[in-house]
């Protein structure tokens, strides 16, 4: 059999290449549950590296923050004495410190306030794709984290997990385009579904006709979409367009600042259900009888 | 040797855009450091390189996304290939033309990812062209900084070993 004219190589590998992502993307879509396996690998691999370059650049930022940056304000400000430089660097430190000990606190709270089983994570990367809007995680399944767990952070819902690595995790946050929770209007208790935009902002569907929503409404998660857990906060509704007797579109603007999240808390386990109510015992007396 | 440095390209810029995600924020959406690698290498290696690099990028985005596992993937390589295609057929050596490249790149990238997504029923754009020109010109103008660099870097280095053996001769004159 004759072998392909090498000039064609490109164009055969072009062939294959396109086919075989046709072929991966239909099997996704049909079946709507993906290859795991290729997908935790890949996940698996990247997120590591990502996690160490993470690593490495929390090295450069504190040496930059630490000595070069100090030696630039000293070419700067010749004049001022070393001890002066000295404490206002030491008062920065203190600030930033301050800064996290503020962050965890709330964090602590949460953790408090939520009755489920939960862990705090750290972020250690963003997006690898401006198509995406995700995080990782530097907690995997070694730490008991599984897929579609509710991610939180003191604020409110910050998204669900997708992919779990053995010390990584893959978070898609609420504002993705592929995100969705269920979600209610919380003064009207009007349900409909949240859905990202995947430009920072998040709008609700599915709406009823006569629902009553204003701008400033608070949207909180209904509890039936069998991720998050009813009652956490989303995000307060921004502008609300009508098109006749209908809803055009109801744009909410998050609460979580997703730009600057740092730590967040994972929940793992719903609180236990509650022991069913017990009849109440009759006297001894009256058993006797 | 050529695959050391595609993989190594893509793996690179993978890596920025989720370090500059994490510390740009709601700005890392505006680029696509990930593309320009893809683009730099089908301009720089040829179309095999390209498709090759564009499925390995577009795959690994997917897979960190939680997207669709091979729409980015495609993207990507068709974006590869045809950016390789161009990098053969024209002269792309000048500033303007490998700006329009990468603009290019990007508004193919985008309509098949994007279209794909809407194709399929997953995803909603309301008016997806302000961000993808935004986001076009990013990346043409840091692709064009990327080959420049690239570009200036070996003159450098030369320049500074002719600079360092001169000063030698003249220390031992």
């Known amino acids: ?289 | 040797m050529t695959a050391v440095r595609v993989v190594a390209a893509v793996v690179v810029a993978l890596l920025l855009q989720s370090v500059l995600a994490r510390l740009a924020g709601e700005a890392a959406i505006h680029v696509d450091l990930v593309l320009v690698a893809v683009t730099w290498v089908a301009l720089r290696f040829g179309r095999v390189s390209g498709v090759l690099g564009g499925t390995l990028a577009g795959l690994a985005q997917d897979a960190l996304g939680g997207g669709v596992l091979g729409i980015g993937g495609l993207a990507k390589s068709v974006s590869g290939y045809l950016t390789g295609i161009v990098g053969t057929q024209f002269i792309v050596t000048q500033t303007v033309p490998r700006f329009l490249v990468f603009l290019g790149a990007t508004a193919v990238n985008a309509l098949i990812f994007m279209g794909l997504y809407v194709l399929l029923g997953l995803r909603h754009y309301d008016r997806p062209y302000l961000d993808v020109a935004i986001q076009g010109l990013s990346n043409a103008v840091i692709g064009v900084l990327v080959f420049e660099g690239a570009e200036l870097l070996p003159g450098a280095r030369e320049r500074w070993r002719i600079r360092r053996a001169y000063r030698g001769k003249r220390r031992f004159r």
């Open chain 1, 1 to 289: 059999m004759a072998l392909p004219d090498t000039r064609h190589r490109a164009r055969y590998l072009f062939g294959a290449v396109v086919v075989g992502h046709i072929l991966l993307i239909s099997a996704q879509v049909s079946s709507r549950s993906g290859p795991p396996l290729l997908q935790a690998a890949l996940m698996a691999t990247l997120t590591t590296a990502q996690d160490a370059a993470w690593t490495v650049v929390g090295g450069v930022r504190t040496v930059w923050d630490g000595y070069a940056y100090l030696r630039g304000v000293e070419a700067e400000n010749e004049r001022l004495s070393r001890d002066i430089v000295d404490l206002r660097l030491r008062l920065q430190q203190e600030r930033a410190s301050a800064g996290t000990t503020d962050q965890l606190r709330a964090l602590v709270d949460l953790r408090a306030r939520v009755p489920w089983t939960t862990t705090g994570a750290e972020v250690v990367a963003g997006s690898a794709s401006p198509d995406f809007r995700s995080i990782t995680l530097n907690k995997g399944r070694q730490d008991g984290l599984q897929p579609d767990m509710p991610v939180l952070a003191p604020s409110g819902v910050v998204g669900r997990i997708v992919l779990v690595a053995a010390s990584t995790a893959s978070v898609q946050l609420l504002i993705d385009r592929n995100a969705a929770a269920a979600g209610v209007i919380e003064r009207s208790r009007t349900q409909g579904i949240v859905l990202g935009n995947g430009d920072g902002t998040l709008r609700i569907e599915y709406l009823s006709a006569t629902a009553e929503i204003q701008s400033g409404d608070t949207v909180v998660t209904a509890g039936t979409d069998r991720i998050y857990p009813k009652g956490l906060v989303i995000g307060r509704v921004e502008r609300v367009e009508r098109n006749g007797p209908t809803y055009r579109s109801v744009v909410i603007k998050p609460v979580v600042d997703f730009s600057a999240l740092e730590t967040v808390l994972v929940l793992l386990a719903p609180p236990p259900p509650a022991p069913p109510a017990m009849p109440a015992k009759p006297a001894e007396g009256q058993a006797a009888k």
